[in-house]
């Protein structure tokens, strides 16, 4: 089985790869709807949260180009001057999380 890849070297199975990133998909567009909902966050900000999750969102378009899309939407996002701190941490968050997935 340790030629399937799907065994550590300990023996013990883990998960195919895809379950890993369509979980870290999942939980950035949860952190996007939070940030979509946040009223103390611009209201433009809110918008493009919810245009980065509509991108994820996309299952006719190849994962990385979702991610690329979702990612180049949402550093325009943190670069807004008006954003709050934590607006902006958690943009930084998701676009990590994001970033590891690729």
């Keep these: 089985m340790t030629g399937s ?10 998960l ?3 379950d890993g990133v369509d979980g870290g998909v999942d939980r950035a567009v949860r952190s996007l709807v939070e940030l979509a909902d946040d009223a103390s966050v611009p209201r433009n900000v809110r918008r493009g949260a919810l245009a980065a999750k ?3 969102s996309k299952p006719a378009v190849p994962l990385d180009v979702r991610i690329a899309s979702a990612v180049y939407a ?5 670069n807004d001057p008006n954003l709050p701190t934590h607006g902006r941490t958690a943009i930084w968050s998701i676009i990590s999380s994001l970033e590891s997935l690729q």
């Design 74 to 78: 949402l550093d325009d996002l943190a």
């Design 16 to 18: 195919p790869p895809t």
């Design 5 to 14: 890849g799907l065994a550590s070297a300990e023996g013990a199975p883990r």
């Design 54 to 56: 509509a991108q994820l």
